[in-house]
């Protein structure tokens, strides 16, 4: 839970009514000039009305240098990220040929796949001369070649459930199964801070959706009595069915989800638990296998586990897993199935590569090696964040790490300050987080070296110092002795 | 007579009576109080006591039901008793059919299930899937920045390949500006929120394929569907609906119609389409996946095909999984349309970017079809064979129009369901690939599709196929055909 210091909110407050006085300010000269110029709009309605790209035209645009930068090297360890020039204040970006090598913070890199890796590059490079780029054509028709087969059997026994199904997109994997699997006169209850994919697809689904209070086992078991004890809205009609629909890891708090407390209550209501694993399959658990096994959960208890191959997997596409009939009923109804394009060959060798040398079957020690090292990495980092006393959001073990920045000026102050001292990383404000709760995400990565967080944590400790986002007490250093002198008992 | 005198005469005795009473009683005499020095007349009393009655009603509690909320043992008993529908409905036979398996690259030439076919089911128009230039620039490109881009656009998942590919397309088609997105199915049902909101007014076909049908549902605009490529129902649907809607100047409207649609292979004609929009004041959204590279002089798309300049249509977008053999999608349009899409689409924010090799294999094919003209005229030449020599095919009929690189057969006569339908077209299917080695498919659809066409089969036609492939591909067709619908 983020508790907001009372002072902060009230400054966050005032910037934030100062922005937008400013805009109505600039907004009403705007309707001015442009009354002069004939407006060529010749009786269409104008394509965004005016409060609608408001927060756009006048607070994105003022730090819009601080996102959508461009890379031009693999997104590894450490990038060259491209500089930006504007001529007319922030309002367009153009590129220019200088780089700067910075340290990523911000990529979801979790395992180091991101760039050519020894394993599954020269893999890639056979399959890709062997299956060519792309199938052009969806699933049922000519898409499915020897090599989807087998990928789909190779995620089913990593995950853990008897069968899986594979598309080309997390996104769409989201947006297209909700629909297929609950309709109108079913009821969704999802977690109130799930990603957008899940609510376009509960949305689309045309069935009931509730919210229940984020990672509060308590509150889903209300929702749930009331929900089946008062049935269908306006007719009370039972329920078809209930599918509660929660994450592993949340991306914008790094926290995991209660999954065991769910689960049994899941059970205990007959409802069916379906699992958004995007962050934490291969991130998270002993070997890899996501949140259920860090968790002790059996996954023949979750019906639907979900889960995309961009974060730890260094490709693209997602998964759907389960039994053996749900998969075949999906492949038979499921859009995303029957009427998209199937995933690219090379990218579906690099998700099977992947899973290899997780699983240590390419002959090498290197997937555990990936996976102590990305559990380490995260829990030295997190707490040397929290003993200078920044604010840190998330459990151990997950691999994603917000720092609270609050305050609207802090977010291109932090972003650019990193960026000079070459640090790259991540900021989020509206409307991918609540209006208050302005934040800096950090992805830690297998591929950061204990050098490397050693400098980034010493570069964001000065710029935190500079900015002001220290909101608690930093522990006193414990004494450190010289080299070479013993502790004198 | 004398009972019609005596009623109304009995009644005004009544009436009279009635009348003196209330003049006495207005004057009895305690009626005559003098308060204060206000002479106070016997209506006042009455008055009075009106009042009272009323104040007394008033402060009375309505007759509500009582409430009762539900017990906790109530709850446990509901939640007990309550029996949900099973997850998924029982498999039946043909969900557990598995579909042919590939062994090869899905180019002109394939080996399917162990055996050697030629193929009509992939929609790799130009024949660009397997051309060493683009194969060339993957390979550079996966070694550089190897498979995936590992982040959102806003989040460095930016790379140059990317820009560079988005300058490309529209420098190609002519346009401003464009936007890649990662996945050609979520182009349209991200672009159509974006701009349409709960409110405005959308007319659109009725055989859109489910990308879009999804994007329109999620949009919440008010949507009127006109008969499928049918100008004079648009014409009306555009009249009706101006009529209606008279005051409204903020309402955004809109036409969407695909260029070559996945589900007859039509081709919307375009010029009339402008026509009718510039009467309406409608703004148009053009779905090019099967028409880029495809249809026009040089591949530019309906707009070339029709002689139209390209600033007429809004918003453009496509799917670059067909003549550019390559994954993801575009979308190209004014800077204004891109710029506000970049913040507000949610398939392009929320996901992350595409892979950076496919972004550079669709800047070799675009490279390759302007160097290369003529791939655009075989394609034409091989569709236009095709088409006209499966005329006389029995039982089936040609949906589509003979340009389209797309041939949709449907049946001349439909058995009534459409199960039925796609069963007596799959094993057509089935029987020629066994027989005489000729991969086609059928249009299979989900039960969340709207799209009332009938089904039918379709035959992707490439510039790869060479002059036998297409006479075999004729035979092999006429004479199943022949076969099943004779018996």
């Known amino acids: ?489 | 007579m004398d009972l019609a005198n005596y009623v109304p005469s009995a009644f005004t005795s009544l009436l009279n009576n009635a009348s003196e009473l209330i003049t006495f009683a207005y004057d009895v005499p305690f009626a005559r109080a003098v308060v204060f020095g206000v002479h106070i007349g016997g209506h006042l009393f009455v008055e009075g006591l009106l009042l009272v009655v009323i104040i007394f009603l008033l402060s009375q509690k309505s007759y509500k039901p009582p409430k009762r909320p539900l017990t906790t043992k109530e709850i446990d008993e509901l939640c007990d008793e309550w029996v949900p529908e099973s997850l998924i409905p029982p498999v039946t036979e043909e969900m557990k059919k598995e579909g042919p398996v590939l062994s090869s690259a899905a180019g002109p030439h394939i080996i399917i299930n162990g055996k050697e076919a030629v193929n009509f089911a992939s929609a790799n128009y130009l024949g660009l899937m397997d051309h060493k230039k683009l194969l060339d620039s993957c390979t550079s490109s996966l070694e550089k920045y190897g498979v995936g881009s590992c982040g959102p656009r806003q989040f460095y998942g930016t790379i140059d390949v990317h820009l560079d590919c988005e300058t490309r397309i529209a420098e190609f088609l002519g346009t401003p500006d464009s936007i890649l997105y990662s996945y050609g199915l979520s182009t349209m049902f991200s672009a159509i929120p974006a701009f349409c909101k709960k409110g405005d007014l959308i007319i659109v076909d009725e055989g859109v394929h489910w990308g879009i049908q999804n994007g329109l549902y999620l949009s919440r605009s008010t949507i009127v569907y006109f008969k499928h490529n049918d100008m004079q129902s648009l014409q009306s649907t555009l009249e009706k609906v101006t009529q209606d809607n008279k005051r409204a100047k903020k309402l955004r409207r809109y036409i969407v119609v695909e260029a070559v649609y996945q589900n007859s292979g039509q081709i919307a004609p375009l010029d009339e389409i402008i026509q009718l929009k510039e009467k309406y004041k409608f703004r148009v959204l053009l779905d090019e996946s099967n028409s880029f590279g495809v249809l026009g002089k040089s591949g530019r798309g309906l707009t070339e095909h029709y002689d139209v300049p390209i600033d007429k249509i809004d918003i453009i977008t496509a799917a670059m999984g067909h003549a550019l053999a390559s994954e993801g999608g575009f979308c190209t349009g004014s800077h204004r349309v891109i710029d506000h899409q970049r913040l507000s689409s949610s398939g392009y924010v929320f996901s992350a970017s595409l892979p950076p090799y496919l972004a550079s294999a669709a800047i070799a094919a675009i490279d390759v079809i302007e160097e290369n003209p003529q791939l655009i005229t075989k394609l034409r030449d091989n569709s236009k064979t095709l088409s006209t020599g499966l005329l006389g095919i029995q039982g089936l009929e040609l949906a589509s129009d003979i340009m389209s690189p797309l041939v949709f057969l449907r049946l001349k006569k439909s058995t009534g369901s459409l199960k039925s339908d796609l069963q007596l077209l799959e094993d057509l299917a089935d029987r020629v690939l066994k027989e005489h080695g000729v991969f086609v498919t059928t249009s299979k659809r989900s039960f969340v599709d709207k799209c009332n066409l009938p089904v039918g089969i379709r035959i992707y036609v490439s510039a790869a196929h060479t002059e036998s492939d297409l006479q075999k591909a004729c035979e092999s067709l006429k004479s199943v055909a022949a076969s099943v619908f004779t018996d």
């Open chain 1, 1 to 489: 839970m983020i508790t907001i210091p009372y002072l902060t909110a009230l400054t966050t407050y005032f910037s934030y009514g100062l922005l937008f006085a400013f805009g109505q300010l600039r907004d009403f000269f705007r309707k001015f000039i442009d009354w002069w110029k004939a407006s060529n709009l010749q009786g269409y309605a104008p394509i965004c009305l005016g409060l609608e790209d408001f927060y756009i035209r006048r607070l994105y645009l003022r730090i819009q240098d601080c996102f959508g930068r461009p890379i031009s090297s693999p997104p590894d360890a450490w990038f060259d990220v491209v500089e930006r020039v504007s001529n007319d204040n922030n309002k367009t970006l153009k590129r220019t040929t200088k780089i700067s090598r910075c340290l990523n913070l911000g990529s979801y890199n979790y395992l180091g796949f991101a760039a050519a890796d020894e394993y599954c590059t020269p893999r890639v490079t056979e399959t890709l001369q062997r299956y060519s780029a792309s199938t052009c054509s969806t699933r049922v028709e000519g898409g499915t070649t020897a090599l989807h087969v087998e990928l789909e059997q190779v995620v089913a026994d990593f995950v853990g459930k008897p069968s899986a199904m594979v598309t080309g997109m997390g996104y769409v994997t989201n947006s297209a199964i909700l629909p297929v699997l609950v309709r109108n006169g079913g009821l969704i209850i999802s977690d109130s801070l799930n990603h957008n994919s899940i609510v376009n697809g509960a949305r689309g689904s045309g069935s009931t959706i509730r919210v229940f209070q984020h990672n509060t086992p308590s509150h889903l078991e209300r929702v749930l009595r009331e929900q089946i004890a008062e049935g269908q809205p306006r007719t009370h009609r039972p329920w078809k069915k209930i599918i509660v629909v929660v994450e592993g890891i949340y991306s914008m708090e790094g926290e995991l989800c209660k999954l065991p407390e769910i689960v049994s209550i899941c059970k205990k209501y007959k409802a069916y638990v379906y699992l958004d694993e995007a962050h934490s399959i291969g991130a998270v658990g002993k070997t890899g296998r996501g949140v259920c096994e860090l968790l002790g959960v059996d996954t023949a208890d979750v019906d639907i586990m979900m889960g995309t191959f961009t974060k730890s997997f260094g490709s693209c596409g997602g998964y759907i897993a389960g039994s053996k009939e749900l998969i075949q009923y999906l492949k038979y109804t499921c859009p995303a199935h029957l009427y998209a394009t199937s995933i690219s060959p090379p990218a579906a060798q690099q998700i099977i590569s992947a899973i290899k040398v997780i699983l240590g079957e390419d002959g090498s020690s290197r997937g555990a090696q990936k996976l102590a090292q990305i559990r380490e990495n995260s829990n030295y980092f997190r707490s040397e964040l929290q003993k200078m006393g920044f604010e840190v959001l998330g459990d151990n073990d997950s691999p994603v790490m917000p720092i609270m920045l609050y305050n609207p000026a802090k977010i291109p102050a932090f972003s650019r300050e990193c960026l000079k001292q070459n640090v790259a990383v991540v900021t989020v404000a509206f409307p991918a987080t609540p209006l208050l709760l302005a934040r800096a995400r950090i992805c830690i990565s297998a591929a950061h070296t204990r050098e490397d967080m050693v400098k980034a944590l010493e570069v964001i400790s000065r710029v935190g110092d500079l900015v002001g986002i220290k909101y608690f007490p930093a522990e006193p250093k414990k004494p450190e002795l010289e080299d070479g002198r013993k502790k004198v008992e």
